[in-house]
């Protein structure tokens, strides 16, 4: 049995080292009050690379329940990260421009 065990936690370590090596990371900007593009597939694990090129803030967020997050208003030439963890769609909008949206769907 322990044996087992050992060799079901390497398989997970490979597995989840497969997965790593397998992320893309995608990269939208915002630029004249709009993301640069309207929706975006990805893949569990898959990351996408928010980059303002407006030379005022922009602040991204999502309240869906597949990813919810806030990544505060920041300025232009700076970029901030979200790795999506989980499938299903995610609806991207930014709080200082409401006409701004982007929708993510994420896949297996
Ligand atoms: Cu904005």
Redesign the pocket.
């Known amino acids: 049995m322990k044996k087992f065990t050992s060799s079901m936690a390497l398989f997970l370590l490979v597995a989840s080292a497969a997965t790593v090596v397998h992320a893309k990371d995608f990269e939208v900007a915002?630029k004249d009050?709009k993301f640069s593009q309207k929706a975006l597939a990805v893949k569990v694990g898959d990351s996408v690379n928010f980059k303002n090129q407006d030379p005022f803030?922009?602040?991204i967020y999502s309240l869906s329940d597949t990813k919810t997050f806030d990544l505060g208003s920041y300025p232009q030439g700076q970029s901030k990260t979200v790795v999506f963890d989980k499938p299903g769609t995610v609806e991207i909008e930014?709080a200082?421009?409401p006409d701004?949206k982007l929708v993510v769907e994420v896949s297996k």
């Open positions: 915002q009050k803030s922009h602040n930014c200082i421009h701004m």
